[in-house]
């Protein structure tokens, strides 16, 4: 068939209704569903406000950063204590960490961790090493509520309004999660950016 033989030659968009599918279900990699954990207008249910607080108080967004909730554009690894032995090597030298998944759509994605090993984020959040250990077991479900509530895009500053819930306030610096809510106001404008220019 003329023009498929020449793989990087003109666009094959309309040759083959196949690849076309194909090629519509790859596009569809960097797209997120809708999170049915929100509330009917799709705004965070409280839960998950208190949980959006814990998440930047305990700075989950130092690795799980910026608009897509990971930094691994920087091309770092980091070991938040689920290696093992049998999570394997790098090539040429030993595992001395993993890239930082995004966290947006992860309602959809369980089981969670690189092998699989943690069946709910609760367990993910318990697991020592990872930032979470030390919170009460409702600290712990608010924290993974904000997380199953996660969608394409941060939630705005609307969704995540400023009421402090007190939760949270042992100690860690009381109200507001005001780098997050920066962060999350940032990361808007970065994706709007992007996508205009595009
Ligand atoms: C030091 C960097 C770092 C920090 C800080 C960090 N994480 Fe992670 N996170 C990672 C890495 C690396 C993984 C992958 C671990 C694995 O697959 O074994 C991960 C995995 C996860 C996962 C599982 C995602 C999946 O798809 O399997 C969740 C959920 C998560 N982190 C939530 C959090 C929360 C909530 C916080 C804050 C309490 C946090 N992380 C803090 C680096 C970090």
Request: with cysteine.
């Amino acid at each position: 068939m003329d023009g498929v033989e020449d793989p990087l030659g003109a666009p094959k968009a309309g040759l083959s209704p196949r690849l076309d599918a194909l090629a519509a279900y790859v596009a569809s990699f960097d797209t997120f569903p809708r999170s049915p954990y929100r509330t009917e207008d799709g705004g965070l249910t409280e839960d998950a406000q208190a949980g959006a607080r814990l998440f930047d108080e305990l700075d989950c967004m130092s690795c799980h950063a910026g608009d897509i909730l990971t930094d691994s554009p920087e091309g770092v690894r980091h070991d938040v204590g689920t290696l093992q032995a049998t999570s394997g090597q790098r090539i040429g030298g030993p595992l001395d960490g993993l890239d930082t998944p995004t966290l947006l759509g992860v309602w959809a994605t369980p089981p969670y961790l690189h092998d699989g090993s943690a069946p709910t984020l609760e367990a993910v959040l318990a697991r020592p090493g990872h930032g979470a250990e030390d919170l009460t077991e409702e600290e712990r479900g608010q924290l993974a509520s904000f997380l199953r509530q996660l969608e394409g895009e941060l939630p705005t500053l609307e969704d995540a309004p400023e009421t402090p819930c007190g939760c949270a306030a042992r100690g860690r610096g009381a109200s507001l999660p005001v780098g997050l809510l920066l962060l999350l106001v940032g990361g808007l404008r970065r994706r709007r950016y992007s996508s205009s220019s595009t």
